[in-house]
């Protein structure tokens, strides 16, 4: 392991976090084998030496990106990620969904971009004077129509235009944007386990994407780096 490695994600801490820790040798995907470490009781050990080399790889790539002015769009439909994703992309003022993938996100741009727009549009609605005139009724329900709206839309405001990369905190949980993301010939970068394909992306952070933990420590560690570069 070398020093740089070594600086990015301690192997001590990686250990700790449960990031070494795979799935069942009943789910594994034969194409995960060259990150795999030995099988435990019917677990598979992900190797983290491996895991610190692919993190160093996609986090320089990465940095290229953001240097050349592209945008990331990060997603995190696991509940484990969402809180550590949202933070990563606010931090780089990227754009982000979380939770629930919209099917169109990527494929059907257009009209997601237009979405965004009529979501800012009725937030300026709500600070002028026409909107006074709504009736109690009529504010209460544009309300709760506003409130969806950013549940949808919100994190895709920054998503002026096409995406260079789609960040994935788990490959498997994420066959929608992962999909879309390959039909527009867009970089995916994810953090895959042991019963993922990791030949369905182009950058593969080989780690534990069920524990919290070790979700956490890998993107706050990639956002201490993207951060920094900036």
């Not at 990331?72 to 606010?90: G, H, M, P």
């Not at 944007?177 to 039909?183: D, F, H, L, Q, T």
Request: one cysteine or more; charged letters at 30%; aromatic letters at 8%.
């Amino acid at each position: 392991m070398s020093d740089n490695n070594a600086q990015l994600l301690p192997y001590e801490e990686m250990l700790k976090a449960g990031m070494h820790f795979g799935r069942k040798k009943t789910v594994f995907n034969p194409n995960m084998e060259r990150y795999i470490y030995s099988v435990r009781d019917g677990i598979c050990i992900i190797d983290l030496l491996k895991t610190q080399t692919q993190l160093k790889f996609t986090v320089e790539y990465l940095k290229k990106v953001i240097k050349e002015g592209g945008i990331i769009l990060f997603v995190a439909v696991t509940k484990q990620s969402v809180e550590s994703v949202k933070n990563l992309a606010d931090s780089l003022g990227m754009p982000y969904v979380l939770d629930r993938w919209l099917g169109g996100t990527l494929t059907n741009f257009k009209i997601i971009n237009l979405r965004v727009k009529r979501l800012e549009e009725m937030e300026k609605l709500i600070t002028t004077e026409a909107f006074e005139k709504y009736t109690k009724k009529e504010r209460l329900l544009f309300m709760r129509e506003l409130d969806k709206m950013k549940k949808k839309f919100d994190g895709l405001r920054k998503l002026t235009k096409m995406p260079e990369v789609v960040f994935v905190s788990s490959l498997k949980e994420s066959a929608l944007p992962v999909a879309e993301g390959k039909k527009m010939g867009i970089n995916v970068v994810g953090i895959s386990n042991t019963d993922s394909d990791p030949e369905s992306i182009d950058y593969v952070i080989p780690a534990n994407d069920r524990s919290k933990k070790s979700v956490d420590l890998i993107i706050n560690s990639i956002k201490t780096e993207l951060a920094a570069n900036k």
